[in-house]
């Protein structure tokens, strides 16, 4: 895309909205950004969430793409308003009483996710943006129709300072070369594009819902580091098998938290008009959270702050001939358990120009050739992704059990020290956790899964024949030697111990 300069369009201002245009206008292309709601830096702007603010965990692979986005001032402001996470803290409390926390750092080499405010990135880059000549803004645009054959799209267009319920919005026709669509799960673009390709479309939303809470820092803090009321270098979990309720560090000293739980125990508290039962529901099931949070603003944050689904999305393909692409959570919404929703939107940018500059090259500024290859183009980012895309979303489903009850295992923590192990002492395996290759490589997203179901096949087999198979000796001569009670509790024992490492062990397989 480097050759003939053209008029790109970006329907989403959001984050991966906001990076898929600065790429396109480092390109020297004419770029238009349309978004859906009010100017995103302006305070007065409702999220579409509802929610006033969400920390978000950035990892390599966001990081990646915004370093491939030629702008350093950008990547010495995410390190300057970042807060490294290098490891989970599991609170509880112990069978005598006391309260516990446990860390469990996500790396034997030391790197560290980083927390960041979703808000304040997406100001940053649209504040960039803006310092652009070939870059134009259409705030409060809503895409009503799109024809990707004769490339024209339609937008509902308000002014919001002048606008009255009463008054019809003003449409706006517009013609473009090359759409980008990064409007989000409920997204307009992919709406119009199912009209013009046999696009495959899956959505589940989940038995989960979420509220957003709050954490404050210490009024009376007299450094830094004390402002925060637990440590601020540990996504905080208080797993309860099926819910839990996180924390994660804001740079005011607050933490930005979450309680993760299925339908029935929001209607269970919701239907307590009183309150009451709220602070004893976290008393009992996430100990501690109510001497950070007053019991008082427990429940009324709770009962201020948006329930909110859970929504996971697949779709194929991508893409309609040379004119349209969606990216992000337009393409593969996903639960937010791996923390990877907006750094796989962000790879997806990258990944998206690198396959564009690979075939403009093949153009030779012939605008023909240019839709032409953009096509090619597409259709292999399309190949490309699709099988990426879906790999990171089951991953993230899963990852809800581990961060819920897997967190508190014997068998988990033994196999991420095994592999930790190896991966140190021999690293010519290249064995890795699989949380690593996700969260501090750049390796597909497939691949992850599949070289990690290989290191699980081996270590089942390892097992079987190490531990599983003098087990099974033992309690067979046990079985015939006492035909009874002995050998049936030796065989027992046995099974369920090998039941237990394989359900553990290929739990990413499910």
């Known amino acids: ?81 970042t807060i490294p996470m290098r490891g989970r803290m599991i609170h509880g409390k112990r069978p005598d009483g006391k309260l516990y926390e446990e860390a469990q750092n996500y790396d034997i080499h030391g790197r560290s996710i980083l927390a960041i405010d979703r808000g304040d990135l997406n100001k ?69 594009l199912m009209k013009f390709t046999r696009m495959d479309y899956q959505q589940e939303y989940i038995d989960t819902l979420w ?42 000293g607050s933490f930005t938290c979450t309680l993760f739980a299925p339908a029935a125990i929001y209607d269970q508290l919701e239907a307590d008009t009183t309150g009451n039962q709220i602070p004893l529901f976290f008393d009992r099931h996430f100990p501690g959270v109510t001497s950070l949070i007053h019991p008082e603003d427990l429940v009324f944050q709770f009962q201020a702050n948006p329930h909110l689904p859970l929504i996971s999305i697949k779709c194929k393909p991508y893409h309609f001939s040379s004119s349209v692409v969606i990216v992000g959570d337009a393409a593969h919404a996903m639960v937010p358990f791996y923390g990877q929703g ?42 490309v992704r699709i099988a990426d895309a879906h790999a990171i979303n089951d991953l993230a489903l899963q990852n809800y059990i581990e961060m819920r009850s897997s967190v508190l295992s014997p068998v988990y923590r033994w196999r991420k020290a095994l592999e930790e192990w190896l991966s140190v002492y021999v690293p010519s395996l290249g064995w890795q ?16 899964v599949r070289k990690s179901d290989g290191q699980g096949q081996v270590l089942v087999r390892s097992l079987a024949g190490g531990v599983g198979l003098p087990l ?34 290929h739990g990413s397989r499910r």
């Open 433 to 448: 956790t699989k949380y690593s290759r996700v969260s501090f490589g750049n390796e597909r997203y497939s691949e992850v």
């Open 1 to 81: 895309m480097e050759g003939i300069k053209q008029k790109v369009v970006v329907v989403g201002a959001g984050p991966v909205g906001s990076l898929a245009a600065l790429y396109a206008a480092n390109r020297g292309h004419h770029v238009e950004i349309y978004e859906l709601r009010g100017d995103l830096r302006d305070p007065s702007t409702t999220p579409l969430n509802f929610t006033r603010s969400i920390n978000l965990a950035l990892s390599e692979r966001g990081l990646n793409a915004m370093r491939h986005a030629n702008q350093p001032r950008l990547i010495d402001y995410v390190k300057g308003v």
């Open 124 to 192: 940053r880059l649209l504040d960039m943006l803006e310092e652009m000549p070939n870059v134009t803004f259409y705030f409060n645009h809503k895409l009503t129709g799109a024809d990707f054959k004769r490339n024209k799209a339609w937008f509902e267009a308000k002014d919001e300072s002048t606008y009255n319920l009463r008054d019809r919005a003003r449409e706006v026709e517009i013609d473009f070369d090359f759409m980008i669509g990064a409007d989000g799960a409920h997204s307009a673009v992919r709406y119009h």
């Open 342 to 383: 907006m750094n796989a939107g962000l790879e997806d940018v990258r990944i998206l120009f690198d396959i564009l500059d690979k075939h403009d090259r093949m153009t030779n500024d012939d605008s023909d050739l240019e839709a032409s290859q953009r096509e090619i183009a597409l259709a292999e980012y399309s190949a």
């Open 211 to 252: 509220c957003e809470f709050q954490i404050a820092p210490r009024a009376d803090s007299s450094s830094a580091k004390s402002k925060f009321r637990i440590s601020p270098n540990h996504l905080h979990i208080w797993p309860g098998n099926e819910f839990m309720f996180i924390a994660i560090p804001s740079e005011d």
């Open 472 to 505: 099974l000796v033992g309690g067979m001569w046990l079985w015939f030697r006492y035909k009874g009670a002995l050998g049936r509790a030796a065989y027992g024992v046995f099974y369920n111990f090998m039941g237990m490492v394989c359900r553990t062990i």
